[in-house]
């Protein structure tokens, strides 16, 4: 780093900093003091470091004018400031956004900033994870109708699905993953939407859809399909919504996944005071936000063969509103994404992610759920008579792991 001196008349010299990567800086001319004082006097430029580095908040230069008033007065050595020090970590920034009291106005800012540190996810540590999920939790809790925000919470974790998984996994053990995604169900009901103006917003490991529908266009049941294959990232056009039997009918054979709502579901869900029922849709590309420490531990036991989800999770509400005990079943239809696993109905499970269990940290469940059989293409069928977040478990040979 150069500097250089200006000379000025019973002040310490302007001092500048050439090189910083907030331009050039300096700290200006400064008095010494009083005559019967005489001592050291802190000086600034206006401005402080960004919020990202080591001296966030403090100003960008400072330094002590010390002088004798017999000779040219100037500013210690050890006290001249002329940076803001390095960049925080990825850890350390969402930390530091996690820990700011969030409001309607500076919600989709943190989560803006949030979305652009986290898509770093291979820096990401568990802390990390627990910041990001925090800034998501706090984000919702704003209850914010802006669909940039529901943006932002689906921005960031987008990115919490790139995370090594090995950090994930250490994760389980406490409630945050079942935090996070029931944060974004939360968010999905607060979004803004209207009848005709769905929300709708699609990232490689997550997709979101929201509509409000009324009953005369519910005659028919109502999916949605996402139209590509299992193992790789979603794609905005592969997702189509279902307004008939028929394309449910179509999109069957090449469906990565799909859910049929049928029309009896909506009259339970009904709300006397509105025509509209609000219905949502999230797909995760994987089930890393879904992770069981019950079947971790089963499988960590097994010798012979392993259990795990094999396919795509599939988010649904309606009405913002619990339903279960269905007469008549929700459809789904899934694909697998490894081919390691067995690929017959004997060795598949059609499951739901059930939030309570395992003291709240959740736990997949076969209840109120039945296999149906394989159809085309390695796809397996479902039917429950719920309503949550849906996949497949598989059994895979360890042979095959191995």
């Given at each position: 780093m150069s500097c250089h001196y200006f000379n000025t008349t019973g002040l310490c010299d302007r001092y500048v900093c050439d090189a910083s990567p907030?331009?050039?800086?300096?700290?200006?001319?400064?008095?010494?003091?009083?005559?019967?004082?005489?001592?050291?006097v802190e000086a600034s430029v206006t401005g402080e470091c960004p919020w990202y580095t080591f001296n966030s908040d403090k100003p960008m230069v400072s330094g002590f004018c010390d002088g004798d008033y017999l000779s040219q007065p100037h500013f210690l050595h050890d006290s001249i400031i002329c940076t803001?020090?390095?960049?925080?970590?990825?850890?350390?920034q969402l930390k530091k956004l996690a820990e700011i009291a969030l409001t309607m106005d500076n919600v989709q800012s943190v989560l803006d900033n949030a979305t652009s540190?986290?898509?770093?996810?291979q820096n990401i540590s568990v802390d990390g994870v627990h910041s990001a999920i925090d800034i998501i939790v706090n984000a919702v809790d704003v209850q914010s109708p802006e669909p940039m925000v529901a943006n932002g919470v689906i921005g960031v974790l987008n990115n919490v699905m790139d995370v090594n998984p090995e950090i994930l996994e250490d994760i389980v053990y406490t409630n945050a993953l079942n935090d996070a995604t029931l944060a974004l169900e939360t968010q999905l009901?607060?979004?803004?939407?209207?009848?005709?103006?769905?929300?709708?917003n699609v990232r490689a490991n997550l997709a979101a859809e929201v509509h409000e529908v009324s009953g005369s266009e519910l005659q028919n049941g109502l999916g949605i399909v996402s139209a590509g294959a299992a193992a790789e990232a979603l794609i905005d056009e592969n997702i189509v919504l279902l307004d008939s039997q028929q394309l449910v009918d179509e999109f069957r054979p090449e469906a990565d996944t799909l859910i049929f709502i049928p029309a009896s579901v909506f009259d339970t869900a009904k709300d006397t005071e509105s025509e509209m029922i609000r219905v949502t849709?999230?797909?995760?590309?994987?089930?890393v936000l879904f992770k069981s420490v019950s079947l971790a531990e089963s499988n960590s036991n097994n010798q012979d063969y392993?259990?795990?989800?094999?396919?795509?999770?599939?988010?649904?509400?309606?009405?913002?509103?619990r339903i279960i005990n269905l007469e008549e079943p929700i459809r789904t239809v899934f694909q697998r994404v490894s081919s390691d696993y067995f690929n017959t109905a004997n060795n598949s499970a059609c499951v739901y992610w059930d939030y309570e269990a395992d003291s709240g940290r959740g736990n997949w469940s076969t209840e109120g759920c039945?296999?149906?059989?394989?159809?085309?293409?390695?796809?397996?069928?479902?039917?429950?008579?719920?309503?949550?977040?849906?996949?497949?478990l598989m059994v895979r040979p360890l042979l095959v792991a191995k």
């Open positions: 907030h331009g050039t800086l300096y700290i200006p001319a400064t008095l010494v003091g009083g005559h019967t004082n005489p001592g050291n803001c020090g390095r960049n925080l970590t990825v850890d350390e540190i986290s898509e770093r996810s009901q607060n979004v803004q939407v209207s009848e005709g103006d769905p929300y709708r849709f999230a797909f995760f590309s994987t089930p392993q259990r795990d989800i094999n396919t795509r999770v599939l988010s649904c509400t309606v009405g913002g509103i039945r296999t149906i059989g394989e159809i085309q293409n390695g796809r397996q069928e479902c039917e429950c008579d719920h309503l949550t977040n849906f996949a497949v």
